[in-house]
Nanobody
Framework: QVQLVESGGGLVQAGGSLRLSCVAS????????MAWYRQAPGKPRELVAV???????NYGDFVRGRFTISRDSAKNTAYLQMNSLKSEDTAVYYC???????????????WGPGTQVTVSS
């Protein structure tokens, strides 16, 4: 079984920074991509950032250079550095990863339980 666990969320003032971490553990043969999503109350879940195995990254339009996704493949860990935080960034942030548990099992997408980020104005 595969588990994703996020950490690093919390309360921060507008303009501040947070660094989120996501660690994948369990039966991992290969991990194709890792991503961060977020969901604010009453809103749909949206993509924040994604990084694929070759290092290519993509961001939601609202990021506008404020966030950076990175990955330590040796540690099966992804990070999201968030700077210049705004009140509208308040949401639960979820880690998502595309993982093959063994060489003969199709790739599956896994989710972490989420970590709350609250930005006070």
């Amino acid at each position: 079984q595969v588990q994703l666990v996020e950490s690093g969320g919390g309360l921060v003032q507008a303009g501040g920074s947070l660094r989120l971490s996501c660690v994948a553990s369990g039966s991992i043969f290969s991990m194709n991509s890792m991503a961060w999503y977020r969901q604010a109350p009453g809103k749909p879940r949206e993509l924040v950032a994604v990084i694929v195995s070759g290092g290519t990254t993509n961001y939601g339009d609202f990021v506008r250079g404020r966030f950076t996704i990175s990955r330590d493949s040796a540690k099966n860990t992804a990070y999201l550095q968030m700077n210049s935080l705004k009140s509208e960034d308040t949401a639960v942030y979820y880690c998502n990863a595309a993982i093959m548990s063994t060489s003969d099992v199709p790739r599956r997408f896994y989710w972490g339980p989420g970590t709350q980020v609250t930005v006070s104005s």
